[in-house]
């Protein structure tokens, strides 16, 4: 039986864990692992991070829901749509005015440009301005796009730009016209892996050190301000209480068997 809507708020009055009334925040990712791992067939989505928010939004007694997307579509709607909070998203001059941020999820990531062993053009990057001369391939919006837009690499000449982070490191492999990719030192893993893809093949050709990827919780900068303030405080609390490394040692145990 319904109750009527007095009666709920009443009772909400009594009931600190009551979400009657919270606004409803979505909550947009991605496939990256061991960050977002989406699985298809059960429509679920796991990983580090995904553990991490939940745990945030549960703790902020917000109702909401959880849909993970191609990273292009993820951003937009973030960027669009008020109440929609987009996880890992990196901290970028270029974003800060675009989103309301909420806090740290990873502590310290690198970026790192990488090629096939194979590619002899590796040899020729001394520096970063070297890849000027080649090509790169990055995934549209995201950091490394970003980055490399901002070390003055052109779309179309010596940057190749595409919607699906799943395709990247087979790039490398199909077409010989890539020299090479800009991923993170913990995600590389487990893209070879959905790539199908051997790391031995791969090589580390030289890191970004003024394009750190360290992953954050955003939303959209019109989102509810009782919802900001909730989730930015959990966050905090998540950190401080010994939460957030437990969790991030429960991932880094299971990281060799995600992978096998």
Known sequence: MYKSIGTILLLCLFDKHCLAFQNKVTLVTEHLPPYQIVDNNTFSVTGFATEMVLEVVERSAIEYDLQAYPW???YNLALKKSNHCIFSLARLPSREKLFTWIGRITEKNNTVIWSLKSNNNAKQIKKIEDLKHYVTAVTRNDASHTGMLNLNLIENKNLYVLHHTQSLIKLLVERPEI???????????YRAKLAGISMDLLKRVIELKNLPLNFYLACNIKSDKVIIEKLTKSLADIHQDGTYQKILTKWIDEMPYLLH
């Open 72 to 74: 292009v579509r993820t």
């Open 179 to 189: 020299d090479f990719i800009v991923a993170d030192d913990i995600t590389i893993p």
